[in-house]
């Protein structure tokens, strides 16, 4: 099991940027961030691969870029040009298997952060 803890949650206006990070206790194949808005349903974000390989979610193509720190077990996602249907509460999660096959399925991923808030408003 993979402990992770998100941090870097906050209000921001439109426009703005926000680097979320991720703690984790270990790395697997695959690390991911996924964010859930009230009354919707948990989606994907970004994801990242062992080997450096990177997935994103259309609605974060060219504004949000996802990194891994090896030496301190810690996964990064800057988030650039923040938009209001951007707030929701971001979560790190980790999948046993490649990106490739754990893709946005949830159930793929077995180990989740408990989740940081992240607020854009005009």
């Known amino acids: 099991q993979v402990q992770l803890v998100e941090s870097g949650g906050d209000s921001v206006q439109t426009g703005g940027s926000l680097r979320l990070s991720c703690a984790a206790s270990?790395?697997?194949?695959?690390m991911g961030w996924f964010r859930q808005a009230p009354g919707k349903e948990r989606e994907g974000v970004a994801r990242?691969?062992?080997?450096?390989?990177?997935w994103f979610a259309d609605s974060a193509k060219g504004r949000f870029t996802i990194a891994q720190d090896k030496g301190k077990n810690t996964l990064h996602l800057q988030m650039t040009t923040l938009k209001s249907e951007d707030t929701a509460t971001y979560y790190c999660?980790?999948?046993?298997?490649?990106?490739?096959?754990?893709?946005?399925?949830?159930?793929?991923?077995?180990?989740w952060g408990q989740g940081t808030q992240v607020t854009v408003s005009s």
């Open positions: 270990s790395y697997t194949y695959c």
């Open positions: 999660a980790a999948a046993k298997a490649g990106c490739g096959r754990a893709g946005w399925t949830l159930r793929n991923y077995i180990d």
């Open positions: 990242l691969d062992i080997m450096g390989g990177t």
